[in-house]
């Protein structure tokens, strides 16, 4: 051949022959003078092409295909390793393509290059290649360094199995290359690269379908200390097992992927995500994915699962999620860390599912979540369930959902099941199911806590609805969940145990928060709890609005006070409809319930048993406080209504319509409600307008703590100095 085999004077191969006698001189420089057809199938009685250089003698020189091809290259290999045009390089090789090419080894399998040490720029690679271990389109195993290259093609083969490169590994780079390949294995498989080791790959993509077994991958089937930056992958992913991921399938050890995007359909049994199946010990970032991603069980629309040491911040999923349980938005099943990150898709599963993270065990913070959950039990419009495991104490921190939300039981418009901590976060949107459904918790645990939150939420259910909080606490656990700082702006609409605020507080403490709500049910309804039972606490609360149930027992605060319960320092505005057992501020007070320093401004009515604070008290208790609402038995003037009347024995008064228990230091406007009757009261405490406003009510209600506890205000009723406060949002 032509040329002295110098960089300044190359051999120039023109011709299959002299293509095939690099062997001879595997240190020097070569040039492709022309386009070579390199029809080898007959070469060695079948065999083909035999690889230049290998592990004993690598090829160091230099080869320049001058933009030339080389097509319908045959090996034919099946016990062999580092197979390809090259077998071993340690040279530089550009500006090549092998075309048609049709090559199968064992190990270390490709095209181009079976074991490249060297470097590989403007290269390309299309055909059919089939492999054992380390196979790619273009190389084997890439040790060294891969640019501006092209595949396309079909790869058949077993473990570390790319569309462009098998194994990428020790501190090996890829940048600025393409693989557009049907790609085939069972271990380790990714359209671009099956297994990335303490390497990098850098403003690269995969464009394809890839199908395999375990840790599958759009882009990268296993990445392990490596380095995925600002890289793509669409298509479709495809497993009959798990851990597989629209761009990689397994991100762990210090793995880094940044500024990447996957945009596959993914379909595989567990731990599935649109970008990583498996998240461990690793960071995504400023990353994203869309999609249809279904499977089975910790399935998500960015990361299937992500260790107790993973960190996702910055990232965006939009498309489907759809899984049978542990199903997220972004996140199927987070034990790390999420933040700044955001979902805008539909996400459907049967149990544990969120917009944004199936199930929580660790944080997530300044997250959203806009689209469709749909679930039976345990959703969220953010988080599906946060759950504790090993001492872990998952948070939801600053973050807000606008999901519609259904589901049918612990439903919440941001948590569907909270066991720790959601704390200055929201939630808006509509949200349906039920039992303990509520407009941002559905269920909240014992021991667990909401914070310095809002709902402002459509809240439908059947059983436990809040516009909050579904339901609080659990039957005979002894910790103690809690409600503070947090408020309600949603309407509600449920069967019974409906509230405002929380439909059912069982054990559990509610205080300094509030509810502006228009809330609807059949019975046991309040403008801020519904059912308060247990030695539940409610403290430093209000609520205004309209609460209305079609059967009994509504209040303005709290429909059922009972079993040791305790409402201090409370108030209600607004007004209160019910048949029977309505109260401005309680509807039935019994069975040691005990009301202290509260105060209802609403306007009651019913057709049975209602009173302007509390509609029937049974075994419970009544102390310092002060009813200033309307009051109306329905049907009082009719004939069964007189009768009572005459009898004495109609069941409404100005504070109590029944009572069965103490009331003491109490009282009711006359002209306001206007009775001058009471159940609980003797006549005494009923006063006109005038003495229970502006200074002349310091006189009037002269036993009440005006020091600590209320506050005179004038041309108006007295107020609790702790409920200007709550109104204002002050209380640190």
């Given at each position: 051949?032509?040329?002295?085999g110098?960089?300044?004077?190359?051999?120039?191969?023109?011709?299959l022959?002299e293509?095939?006698a690099?062997?001879?001189?595997?240190?020097?420089?070569?040039?492709?003078?022309?386009?070579?057809?390199a029809?080898?199938?007959?070469?060695?009685?079948?065999?083909?092409?035999?690889?230049?250089?290998?592990?004993?003698?690598a090829?160091?020189?230099?080869?320049?295909?001058?933009?030339h091809?080389?097509?319908?290259?045959?090996?034919d290999?099946?016990?062999?390793?580092?197979?390809?045009?090259?077998?071993?390089?340690?040279?530089r090789?550009?500006?090549?393509?092998i075309v048609?090419?049709?090559?199968?080894?064992k190990?270390?399998?490709?095209?181009?290059?079976?074991?490249?040490?060297?470097k590989i720029?403007?290269?390309e690679?299309t055909?059919?290649?089939?492999?054992?271990?380390?196979?790619?389109?273009l190389v084997?195993?890439?040790?060294?360094?891969?640019?501006?290259?092209?595949?396309?093609?079909?790869?058949?083969?077993?473990?570390?199995?790319?569309g462009?490169?098998?194994?990428?590994?020790?501190d090996?780079?890829?940048?600025?290359?393409?693989?557009?390949?049907?790609?085939?294995?069972e271990?380790h498989?990714?359209?671009?690269?099956?297994?990335?080791?303490e390497?990098?790959?850098?403003?690269?993509?995969?464009?394809g379908?890839?199908?395999?077994?375990?840790?599958?991958?759009?882009?990268?089937?296993y990445n392990?200390?490596?380095?995925?930056?600002?890289?793509?992958?669409?298509?479709?992913?495809?497993?009959?097992?798990?851990?597989?991921?629209?761009?990689v399938?397994?991100?762990?050890?210090?793995?880094v992927?940044r500024?990447?995007?996957?945009?596959?359909?993914?379909?595989?049994?567990?731990?599935?995500?649109?970008?990583?199946?498996?998240?461990e010990?690793?960071v995504?970032?400023?990353?994203?994915?869309?999609?249809?991603?279904?499977?089975?069980?910790?399935?998500?629309?960015?990361?299937?699962?992500?260790?107790?040491?993973?960190?996702?911040?910055n990232?965006?999923?939009t498309?489907?999620?759809?899984?049978d349980?542990?199903?997220?938005?972004?996140?199927?099943?987070?034990h790390g860390?999420?933040?700044?990150?955001?979902?805008?898709?539909t996400?459907?599963?049967?149990?544990?599912?969120?917009g944004?993270?199936?199930?929580n065990?660790?944080?997530?913070?300044?997250?959203?979540?806009?689209?469709?959950?749909?679930?039976?039990?345990?959703?969220?419009?953010l988080?599906?369930?946060?759950?504790?495991n090993?001492?872990?104490?998952?948070?939801?921190v600053?973050?807000?959902?606008?999901?519609e939300?259904?589901?049918?039981k612990?439903?919440?418009?941001?948590?569907?099941?909270?066991?720790?901590?959601?704390?200055?976060?929201?939630a808006?949107?509509?949200?349906?199911g039920?039992?303990?459904?509520?407009?941002?918790?559905?269920?909240?645990?014992?021991?667990?806590?909401v914070a310095?939150s809002?709902?402002?939420?459509?809240?439908t259910?059947?059983?436990f609805?809040?516009?909050?909080?579904?339901?609080?606490?659990?039957?005979?656990?002894t910790?103690?969940?809690r409600i503070?700082?947090s408020?309600?702006?949603?309407?509600?609409?449920?069967?019974?145990?409906?509230?405002g605020?929380?439909?059912?507080n069982?054990?559990?403490?509610?205080?300094?928060s509030?509810?502006?709500a228009?809330?609807?049910?059949?019975?046991?309804?309040g403008?801020?709890?519904?059912?308060n039972?247990?030695?539940g606490?409610?403290t430093a609360?209000?609520?205004?609005?309209?609460?209305?149930?079609?059967?009994?027992?509504?209040?303005?605060l709290?429909?059922?006070?009972?079993?040791?319960?305790?409402?201090?320092?409370t108030?209600?505005?607004?007004?209160?409809?019910?048949?029977?057992?309505?109260?401005?501020?309680?509807?039935?007070?019994?069975?040691d319930?005990?009301?202290?320093?509260?105060?209802?401004?609403?306007?009651v009515?019913?057709?049975?048993?209602?009173?302007g604070?509390?509609?029937?008290i049974s075994?419970?208790?009544?102390?310092?406080?002060?009813?200033?609402?309307?009051?109306?038995?329905?049907?009082?003037?009719?004939?069964?209504?007189?009768i009572?009347?005459l009898?004495?024995?109609l069941?409404?008064?100005?504070?109590?319509?029944?009572?069965?228990?103490?009331?003491?230091?109490?009282?009711w406007?006359v002209?306001?409600?206007?009775?001058?009757?009471?159940?609980?009261?003797?006549?005494?405490?009923?006063?006109?307008n005038?003495?229970l406003?502006g200074?002349?009510?310091?006189?009037?209600?002269?036993?009440?703590?005006?020091?600590?506890?209320?506050?005179?205000?004038?041309d108006?009723?007295?107020?609790?100095?702790?409920?200007?406060?709550?109104?204002?949002?002050?209380?640190?």
């Open positions: 051949m032509d040329g002295s110098t960089e300044s004077d190359p051999y120039v191969v023109t011709d022959q293509l095939d690099i062997r001879d001189d595997l240190s020097a420089t070569y040039r492709l003078g022309t386009d070579i057809d029809a080898t199938a007959d070469w060695n009685d079948g065999d083909g092409f035999t690889p230049l250089g290998s592990g004993e003698i090829f160091t020189g230099s080869f320049d295909g001058g933009g091809e080389i097509s319908g290259l045959v090996i290999q099946l016990d062999a390793e580092e197979v390809g045009l090259f077998g071993v390089n340690k040279g090789i550009e500006n090549i393509a048609d090419a049709a090559v199968t080894g190990k270390r399998v490709g095209c181009l290059v079976g074991h490249n040490h060297g720029v403007d290269a690679a055909g059919r290649l089939t492999g054992e271990v380390a196979c790619g389109l084997g195993t890439n040790r060294g360094h891969v640019s501006d290259s092209l595949t396309e093609g079909t790869v058949d083969g077993g473990q570390s199995v790319g462009f490169i098998g194994a990428n590994a020790a090996a780079t890829i940048r600025t290359s393409r693989s557009r390949s049907k790609t085939e294995g271990n498989v990714g359209g671009l690269v099956g297994l990335n080791q390497s990098e790959i850098q403003a690269s993509r995969a464009d379908e890839v199908d395999g077994g375990e840790r599958i991958g759009g882009l990268v089937g392990t200390d490596g380095r995925i930056i600002s890289c793509q992958a669409s298509g479709s992913v495809f497993s009959r097992d798990d851990y597989v991921g629209g761009l399938g397994v991100t762990i050890s210090d793995s992927i500024q990447s995007t996957a945009d596959a359909d993914v379909e595989a049994n567990e731990y599935v995500g649109g970008l990583a199946g498996t998240h010990g690793s995504v970032t400023d990353s994203s994915a869309s999609g249809e991603i279904s499977g089975d069980e910790s399935v998500g629309g960015l990361v299937g699962f992500g260790d107790a040491d993973s960190l996702i911040e990232s965006r999923t498309g489907t999620v759809d899984a349980q542990t199903v997220g938005g972004l996140v199927g099943s987070n860390t999420i933040s700044g990150s955001s979902v805008d898709g996400c459907t599963g049967r149990k544990t599912v969120g944004l993270v199936g199930e065990l660790g944080t997530v913070t300044e997250c959203t979540a806009d689209g469709t959950v749909t679930g039976e039990e345990s959703v969220g419009g988080v599906g369930k946060t759950s504790i090993f001492g872990s104490e998952p948070k939801v600053d973050s807000a959902s606008e999901s939300v259904e589901g049918e612990n439903v919440g418009g941001l948590v569907g099941w909270n066991t720790e901590t959601v704390d200055c976060s929201t808006s949107g509509t949200v349906s039920e039992q303990r459904v509520g407009g941002l918790v559905g269920f909240l645990q014992t021991d667990a806590e310095n809002t709902a402002d939420a459509t809240v259910g059947m059983k609805v809040g516009g909050l909080v579904g339901a609080m606490g659990l039957r005979g656990d910790g103690d969940a503070h700082h408020r309600s702006e949603s309407t509600v609409k449920g069967g019974e145990y409906v509230g605020l929380v439909g059912t069982r054990g559990c403490t509610i205080k300094r509030s509810a502006t228009e809330v609807i049910g059949e019975q046991c309804v403008g801020l709890v519904g059912l039972r247990d030695h606490t409610v609360a209000i609520a205004t609005g309209t609460t209305a149930a079609e059967g009994e027992n509504a209040g303005g709290v429909g059922v006070n009972r079993l040791g319960a305790e409402v201090t320092e108030a209600a505005e607004g007004s209160v409809v019910c048949s029977q057992n309505g109260g401005g501020l309680v509807g039935h007070n019994k069975e319930g005990l009301i202290t320093n509260s105060v209802a401004r609403s306007d009515s019913a057709a049975y048993t209602v009173g604070f509390v509609g029937s075994n419970a208790e009544v102390r310092s406080s002060l009813a200033v609402g309307t009051v109306t038995l329905r049907g009082s003037g009719s004939i069964i209504g007189k009572l009347s009898f004495g024995k069941p409404v008064g100005g504070f109590a319509g029944r009572s069965n228990g103490a009331v003491q230091t109490s009282f406007d002209e306001q409600s206007g009775w001058e009757r009471d159940a609980a009261l003797a006549r005494e405490y009923g006063c006109s005038a003495e406003q200074e002349t009510a310091r006189e009037t209600l002269s036993e009440l703590n005006f020091d600590r506890r209320w506050a005179i205000r004038d108006d009723y007295p107020q609790l100095q702790i409920i200007q406060k709550v109104r204002t949002h002050s209380i640190p």
